[in-house]
């Protein structure tokens, strides 16, 4: 599949449906009230942060999956390591 650049609204949905699978829907929606998914797309340095506020040492393993989920989503095999600025940069279009 090539890869595409992704709408902010691809990049919610990815994201829902990735935390969803993890967390379930009830605990989502109670994590998105401390940690607004929104934010991620104009700062995902502090969305990153706001998720290891609120799942603690559990925030790394969330974000790896959130992350894959993305890449994946615009076609691109996951790039181990990567932030999810790193990711964000290469899935938006500039």
Not at 33 to 62: I, K
Not at 65 to 88: F, H, N, Q, T, W
């Amino acid at each position: 599949m090539p890869s595409t650049k992704l709408s902010n609204d691809q990049i919610l949905q990815a994201m829902h449906t990735s935390m969803a699978r993890s967390l379930g829907e009830v605990s989502l929606a109670g994590m998105d009230f401390f940690a607004d998914p929104h934010v991620a797309l104009e700062n995902p340095t502090e969305y990153t942060r706001m998720l290891q506020a609120v799942l603690g040492s559990g925030a790394e393993l969330m974000l790896r999956e959130v992350i894959d989920a993305l890449y994946r989503e615009a076609g691109i095999e996951p790039v181990p390591g990567s932030s999810l600025k790193d990711c964000m940069n290469t899935i938006r279009p500039r």
